[in-house]
């Protein structure tokens, strides 16, 4: 682990599950799948992520969930960006969205600084 690495964390929230993908620095994204949503399974992912990197950004889509995702991990002293769907720059005629896609592209221009927060 380095001193000045970033883990880069997306987030496709859903009322009951929330798809993670991450990547450290420049590295490639990796997405390990689903986690819920209560306190124990943030507790859990969080706690994982942190034995990746000492700096941790979170970045998930704005939605009908709330922000009750962002006040969580601001309060463990985590970085956490909302970002309006309607801003994440996409390509032409990219239609087809799942969770997994939302979430690594999320973390790509997240990385990139090409979102805006909410």
Same mark, same amino acid.
């Given at each position: 682990?380095?001193?000045? %690495? ?8 859903? $009322?009951? &599950? ?7 620095? =420049? ?7 689903k986690?819920?949503?209560?306190? =124990? ?9 942190? %034995? !990746?990197a ?11 969930c709330?922000y ?5 991990l601001?309060? $463990? ?8 769907? %309607?801003?994440?720059? $996409? ?5 087809? !969205?799942?969770?997994?896609r939302? =979430?690594?592209?999320?973390?790509? &221009? ?5 979102? &805006?927060?909410?």
């Amino acid at each position: 682990m380095e001193h000045d %690495s970033t883990l880069y964390v997306g987030c496709d929230v859903h $009322k009951d &599950s929330i798809t993670i993908a991450y990547a450290l620095d =420049a590295g490639e994204v990796e997405l390990p799948g689903k986690t819920g949503t209560t306190q =124990a399974d943030i507790d859990r992912l969080c706690r994982r992520l942190q %034995s !990746k990197a000492p700096r941790i950004r979170f970045v998930y889509e704005a939605g009908p969930c709330g922000y009750g995702l962002y006040r969580q991990l601001v309060n $463990k002293g985590f970085d956490c960006m909302v970002c309006a769907p %309607s801003l994440i720059p $996409k390509k032409p005629g990219e239609r087809v !969205k799942t969770d997994r896609r939302d =979430a690594i592209r999320l973390v790509r &221009s997240l990385r990139a600084g090409d979102l &805006s927060a909410v």
